[in-house]
C-alpha cells in the first residue's frame, strides 16, 4: 500500500528527522530535477522558468533549478511574490511556489500555451487535505511529493489538477502513516481462496432487499455475489412471492408485513448477510430488530441506511459494514465538511463499524483509526446499480472468511477494476458484474507477481 499523510502529520514528520532541513532539500531538488529530465527527454540548452516560494517548498524548487542549471539548462527562478500573471516563454515551468501548508487563497501566474507544468509537492493553490482550490490553481502535468501521498492529491479538484503523480523517497519515515492506498496486490492478499474441500454453505450469502417494483437492485446485487465467489446465496423479499433473480440464487418469499421471523429463518447455514438493495424506505423498525438478531458479518447498504438501522447493527457482536453514497451519508448524520479522510475515520470510530464512503475515490474507515483509499474506480461507475454490484461482492468476500476491513476495501477495489475492464462508454451495472471474475483474475496473477518478487 502506498502511505497517505496530512499536511500536518507531514510537518511532524519533518520535524522529527534525523537529517538537516538544508539535506532534505537538497534531496527534494535532485527529485525535481530527475522528473523534470522525464518531461523535457534533456535539460541541456532548455529554458526552465521556476516559481519559487518563501518556505520549503521554495527551497526545493531553487535546489531542482541548481541541479538542472550544472546540467546545461537555462533556468530562470522568479519569487513567487512578485510573478507576473503570464510567466515567459520557457520549455518546463517548475510549480515551487507554495506547498501543502498553503492557508490563504493563491492566484497562480499562466504558464505560456502548451508548455508543461511540474508541481513540487502539490499544484500551488490546492489544499493539501481537502483537495480544494485555494484561490486559482493551474493544472499541471505532474507532480512530485515527497515521502508519503496527501489527501489533496487524491481527493477532487486536487486529483484533476495535480496531473500524474509520482513519490519520491527523501528518507522521511511515514512508517506510523494511518492511511493508505490499495494496490493490485494488496487487494489480493486479503481475498481468501476457496479451499478444496469448499462446499457451497460455507460461503453462503443471505440478501434481503427488493420490494414489488424494485427487483433490480436485490438481482444485481446477488449476481455480484455469486460472482465474486459465494457459494450460494438467497434473495429475501419482503411482499413478494417470488423474488426474481440469477438463475443460479434462491428467492425466499417473506410476508409483507411481521416479515422478520421468516427473514430470521435459517441464518444459522449462511456466511454473511447484505441488508437493504431495492427494499425501499419506510423499514425502520423491522430492519432494526431484524439485524440486530444477524449472528454473522453483515453488509447494511441502500434503504437500510438509516441511524436506527446502522446503530442496531452495530451493537452485535459480529463485524458490520456500511456502504454510504454522499446522500445516505447525509442522512446518517455524516460531517459533510471538506475533509473527507476526518469525516469518514470518525464516522467509523463513532459508529463502531467499517465505513465504506463511496465517491470519486472510495475511504474505507475502520473503527480503530485505519484508512484505506481505492481509487481503482473511475466515471464509468457512475450509473445506476453499481453500488448494489459493490454490495454483493463485499458480501461475498465476508462470505469467503475475509476480515471486515479488508473484505471492504478488496471488495471496493475490485468493484473498480471490474469496471476498468468494461466499456469506455455505455457501461451499465450489469456490466461490472460480468467482469468480475476477469478482475479477480487480474489481482491474482498481481498478487502472484508481487510474491515473486519479494
Given at each position: 500500500m502506498i502511505p497517505v499523510v496530512t499536511p500536518a502529520e507531514m510537518a511532524a514528520i519533518d520535524a522529527a528527522a534525523p537529517e538537516p532541513v538544508a539535506v532534505l532539500v537538497e534531496r527534494a531538488g535532485w527529485a525535481v530535477a530527475r522528473a523534470a529530465r522525464r518531461l523535457l527527454g534533456a535539460c541541456y540548452g532548455r529554458r526552465i522558468v521556476v516559481v519559487a516560494g518563501p518556505g520549503n517548498n521554495g527551497a526545493d524548487g531553487r535546489a531542482a533549478a541548481a541541479v538542472l542549471a550544472r546540467e546545461g539548462a537555462r533556468c530562470w527562478v522568479l519569487d513567487a511574490r512578485e510573478a507576473p500573471p503570464e510567466l515567459p516563454a520557457a520549455d518546463l515551468v517548475i510549480d515551487a511556489a507554495f506547498g501543502t501548508g498553503l492557508s490563504r487563497p493563491w492566484s497562480a501566474p499562466r504558464p505560456p500555451a502548451g508548455v508543461p507544468v511540474l508541481a513540487v509537492d502539490i499544484p500551488s493553490g490546492v489544499d493539501g487535505t481537502t483537495g480544494e482550490r485555494l484561490g486559482d490553481p493551474v493544472a499541471v502535468d505532474r507532480t512530485v511529493t515527497f515521502a508519503a501521498l496527501k489527501p489533496g492529491l487524491l481527493l477532487t479538484p486536487g486529483r484533476i489538477l495535480a496531473g500524474r503523480v509520482e513519490v519520491a523517497d527523501i528518507g522521511l519515515d511515514?512508517?506510523?502513516?494511518?492511511?493508505?492506498?490499495?494496490?493490485d496486490p494488496d487487494a489480493a492478499g486479503w481475498i481468501p481462496p476457496r479451499a478444496v474441500d469448499a462446499h457451497k454453505w460455507r460461503s453462503a450469502v443471505r440478501l434481503v432487499g427488493g420490494s414489488p417494483g424494485m427487483s433490480g437492485a436485490p438481482r444485481l446485487a446477488a449476481a455480484a455475489a455469486l460472482r465474486a465467489g459465494a457459494g450460494y446465496v438467497q434473495i429475501a423479499s419482503p411482499g413478494v412471492a417470488a423474488p426474481p433473480g440469477p438463475v443460479?440464487?434462491?428467492?425466499?418469499?417473506?410476508?409483507?408485513?411481521?416479515?422478520?421471523?421468516?427473514?430470521?429463518e435459517g441464518l444459522e447455514r449462511v456466511a454473511a448477510v447484505a441488508v437493504g438493495p431495492g427494499l425501499g424506505r419506510g423499514h425502520d423498525d423491522e430492519l432494526a430488530a431484524f439485524v440486530a438478531s444477524v449472528p454473522v458479518p453483515l453488509v447494511v447498504d441502500g434503504d437500510a441506511l438509516t441511524p436506527p438501522v446502522v446503530n442496531?447493527?452495530?451493537?452485535?457482536?459480529?463485524?458490520?459494514?456500511?456502504?454510504?453514497?454522499?446522500?445516505?451519508?447525509?442522512?446518517?448524520?455524516?460531517?459533510?465538511?471538506?475533509?473527507?479522510?476526518?469525516?469518514?475515520?470518525?464516522?467509523?470510530?463513532?459508529?463502531?463499524?467499517?465505513?465504506?464512503?463511496?465517491?470519486?475515490?472510495?475511504?474505507?474507515?475502520?473503527?480503530?483509526?485505519?484508512?484505506?483509499?481505492?481509487?481503482?474506480?473511475?466515471?464509468?461507475?457512475?450509473?445506476?446499480?453499481?453500488?448494489?454490484?459493490?454490495?454483493g461482492v463485499v458480501a461475498a468476500l465476508l462470505a469467503r472468511g475475509a476480515d471486515a476491513f479488508d473484505a471492504a476495501a478488496?471488495?471496493?477495489?475490485?468493484?473498480?477494476?471490474?469496471?476498468?475492464?468494461?466499456?469506455?462508454?455505455?457501461?451499465?451495472?450489469?456490466?461490472?458484474?460480468?467482469?468480475?471474475?476477469?478482475?479477480?483474475?487480474?489481482?491474482?496473477?498481481?498478487?502472484?507477481?508481487?510474491?515473486?518478487?519479494?
Open positions: 511515514v512508517g506510523g502513516a494511518r492511511s493508505h492506498v490499495v494496490e443460479e440464487a434462491v428467492g425466499l418469499a417473506l410476508p409483507a408485513a411481521d416479515w422478520v421471523p421468516a427473514a430470521r442496531a447493527a452495530a451493537a452485535r457482536g459480529a463485524p458490520t459494514i456500511v456502504t454510504p453514497h454522499d446522500g445516505e451519508w447525509v442522512r446518517l448524520g455524516g460531517d459533510v465538511g471538506a475533509d473527507r479522510f476526518a469525516a469518514t475515520r470518525a464516522a467509523a470510530e463513532r459508529w463502531g463499524v467499517v465505513v465504506v464512503r463511496k465517491g470519486p475515490v472510495t475511504l474505507v474507515a475502520a473503527p480503530d483509526g485505519r484508512l484505506r483509499v481505492v481509487t481503482s474506480g473511475d466515471e464509468r461507475l457512475a450509473t445506476a446499480g453499481t453500488g448494489d454490484v459493490l454490495t478488496a471488495g471496493a477495489h475490485l468493484h473498480g477494476r471490474a469496471a476498468g475492464l468494461g466499456p469506455r462508454e455505455g457501461l451499465v451495472a450489469g456490466d461490472v458484474v460480468d467482469r468480475l471474475p476477469d478482475a479477480l483474475a487480474h489481482l491474482r496473477d498481481a498478487g502472484a507477481s508481487a510474491g515473486g518478487r519479494r
